[in-house]
Each structure stands twice: as C-alpha cells, then as structure tokens.
C-alpha cells in the first residue's frame, strides 16, 4: 500500500487530482484509516488511474469517463472514443469559422470597412397573390429546406413552381430568435389563377410603407446592415418599425457561387410617428 504523497509521485499525478477523483467517485483510495482519514493506494489501482488521466486528456467529462470504466470493454471503448473524436474535429471546424471571421474583421477594420452603410428607401408594397408554407424550423439557416418542403407540396399537387418569378421570405416573429423560429416562404404569382385552389394560395398583405435596403455579400453582412439601419432609424425618429420582416435573396447559393456577389434585399415595415407620439 502506498500513502497518497507516494502514489503521486509514482503516478505523476498531483494529491489535489487524486483526492478529486476519490470525491468524484472515479478512483477511492484502497484504504482509508479510520483514526487518521489518511489515504493509501494499491498498486492494483495504477491502470485504472491511467485509464482516467488518458481520458480526461482525450476530452472526457467526469460522467463520460464513469460510464466508460464500468464498460471497460474494446469495442465500447473504440465507439466511445470515435464519438469524442469527431466532436473535437467539429469543434475545431467551428473554432476555425471564428478565427477567420476574426480575420476578416482584422482586415476590414484596417481598411476601415467594417461599418456597412445601407442606403434605405422607402416604397409601397402591394399585395402578392403567392404560393406559400409556414413552418416552425430549427434555425434561419433552415429555410432552405423550407423551400424544398414547398416544390415537394406542388408536385403532390402536379403543379410547379413559376419561374423567374419574385420568392420572398416573410418572418412571423416580433423579436430575433436563435432556435424554433417561424418562418414562411412564398413565391409571388404573376397570374394565380391556375393555382388558387391551391392549399398553399394566399395573398399576402400589402405594407403602405416598406424600408428597404440592400446587402451585398455573404450572408454574414446582414447582421451588421441591421446596425446600419438601426442608426438609420435614430436618423430619422420620424419613423418606427411597424410589422414583419421580410426578406429577398436576389442572388445566393443557387444562383452565384461566388458568396462576395449575393445579393440580399431586407425589407421592414415602418409607420410615421404622429407629432407629440413617444417611440
């Protein structure tokens, strides 16, 4: 038997690591003298020490690496093992994303672009008799698949999708969500009467006085041009937002491959304020 100072140094693992193990329940010390409380180690206990430092170095949580002990089997172990393997590689993709957003924001902000000015217009929108779906989706990077879900409805119906046609994105919450949000996704008839008994017809509604700005770029630059339209607004304090965002990809994945090139037109739907009224 060994006292806790010798199994650490013959372990190479600190007292402070041993004595969290033994609270955590993963290594109890072989004995524990009654009258003392000192702990003593066998040397028994050494592989399945080892089995714990390689899995905590491997990602394992205290959890992971419990379950892992009681099942201390190849194959399990192997799968186990797998699994972290490809969450660290998802991980690392994603810490890569971030780096190089923090790259481009290094580049712009020494070629002072990192502010992006919207010029904003303001214009009736009217009523579009349209093809559509509403669904509660995971995300907004989701909506493609909104869009598929809607061609697969037509063609249930043996109808097709028209083409060259204006498609918009309508989005039915009153605040930006992260997850579970509510999206619809119409295409606008130029002659709807060959689709009206359609279950997916509806006419959307017409906005008296719609802001719209463009976004040139990837995606990503929609989220700064909302600042650019929030100081938009401090500008002109005449105005509120009044409604649902829309949205209309000009240019995107399915029609430019180079991202620099899309083409985003972001719509919201404003109303005068009334002289005297507060925002």
């Known amino acids: 038997m060994f006292k806790i100072g010798e199994f650490s140094k013959l372990t190479q693992v600190s007292i402070r690591m041993l004595r969290y193990y033994d609270e955590t329940g993963l290594l109890k010390p072989a004995q524990i003298d009654q009258f003392t409380g000192y702990r003593s180690y066998s040397v028994d206990q050494i592989p399945t020490l080892h089995r714990i430092v390689f899995l905590r170095d491997s990602g394992f949580h205290i959890t992971e690496i419990a379950a892992a002990l009681q099942n201390w089997q190849d194959d399990y172990i192997i799968g186990e093992l797998r699994n972290k393997q490809k969450a660290i590689q998802s991980l690392i ?21 990192i502010a992006i000015h919207c010029n904003v217009t303001l214009k009736k929108i009217p009523a579009y008799p ?3 779906l509403r669904k509660i989706i995971p995300d907004y ?26 498609n918009l994105a309508i989005y039915h919450d009153v605040e930006y969500k992260e997850a579970d949000v509510d999206v619809e996704v119409c295409v ?12 997916l017809f509806r006419v959307t ?9 463009m976004v040139y770029g990837p995606f990503e630059k929609i989220g700064p041009a909302f600042l650019s339209f929030a100081h938009w607004l401090t500008e002109h304090d005449q105005y509120k937002m009044a409604g ?21 037109e972001i719509q919201i739907p404003v109303e005068r304020l009334k002289r005297g009224t507060a925002q």
């Open 141 to 166: 990077f989701s909506e493609g698949q909104l869009w598929k879900e809607l061609t697969e409805s037509l063609e249930r119906e043996h109808a097709r999708l028209p083409q060259n046609t204006l």
């Open 188 to 199: 606008v008839l130029p002659e709807p009467g060959a689709y009206e008994k359609s279950e």
């Open 205 to 213: 509604e017409e906005v008296e006085t719609m802001a719209c700005f």
């Open 130 to 132: 349209a093809l559509t």
């Open 93 to 113: 993709c994603t810490e890569m994303e971030r780096a190089a957003k923090i790259d481009t924001a290094i580049q712009d902000l020494r070629k002072e672009q």
């Open 244 to 264: 649902l965002n829309r949205q209309i990809c000009h240019r995107g994945p399915w029609n430019e491959e180079n991202p620099d090139k899309y083409l985003t």
